[in-house]
C-alpha cells in the first residue's frame, strides 16, 4: 500500500476554484491507478474523478464533467485534481485513492485498496 496526504481544501465562494493535491509515498506510485472521490455529510461516498498510470487516460463524474480536471505528475508523486466553477453542491470531504490493480483508473471505491485521510472543500452560496 501507499500512503496518501491531500491537501488543499478550504472555503471558497461559488464560481470560484481550488486545485486539491494529494502527495503518495513509495516508489510504485507510477504504475498505480489514482482516483478522487467525495462524501458529503448524510449521504453516500461519491466518484469524481480517476487517471491511469501514465496520465493519458482520465474519467469524471457526470457531476464535474466541463468543470474538474484531473492530473498528475509522477516525479512528484503527486495527483492533482483541479476544481473550477465549485458549486455549493460540490461541498463535501474530498478524498484521494490508489489502485494497484487498476493501472488506468476505475470508478469503483472497491477497487481502491489506499484512502488519503480526506480534505474538506466547502462551498458557500
Known amino acids: 500500500q501507499v500512503q496518501l496526504v491531500e491537501s488543499g481544501g478550504g472555503l471558497v465562494q461559488a464560481g470560484g476554484s481550488l486545485r486539491l493535491s494529494c502527495a503518495a509515498s513509495?516508489?510504485?506510485?507510477?504504475?498505480?491507478?489514482m482516483g478522487w472521490f467525495r462524501q458529503a455529510p448524510g449521504k453516500e461516498r461519491e466518484f469524481v474523478s480517476a487517471?491511469?498510470?501514465?496520465?493519458?487516460?482520465?474519467y469524471y463524474g457526470d457531476s464535474v464533467k466541463g468543470r474538474f480536471t484531473i492530473s498528475r505528475d509522477n516525479a512528484k508523486n503527486t495527483v492533482y485534481l483541479q476544481m473550477n466553477s465549485l458549486k455549493p453542491e460540490d461541498t463535501a470531504v474530498y478524498y484521494c485513492?490508489?489502485?494497484?490493480?487498476?493501472?488506468?483508473?476505475?470508478?469503483?471505491?472497491?477497487?481502491?485498496?489506499?484512502w488519503g485521510q480526506g480534505t474538506q472543500v466547502t462551498v458557500s452560496s
Open positions: 513509495g516508489r510504485t506510485f507510477s504504475s498505480y491507478g
Open positions: 487517471i491511469s498510470w501514465s496520465g493519458g487516460t482520465t
Open positions: 485513492a490508489a489502485s494497484p490493480s487498476k493501472a488506468f483508473g476505475s470508478r469503483w471505491a472497491a477497487e481502491y485498496d489506499s
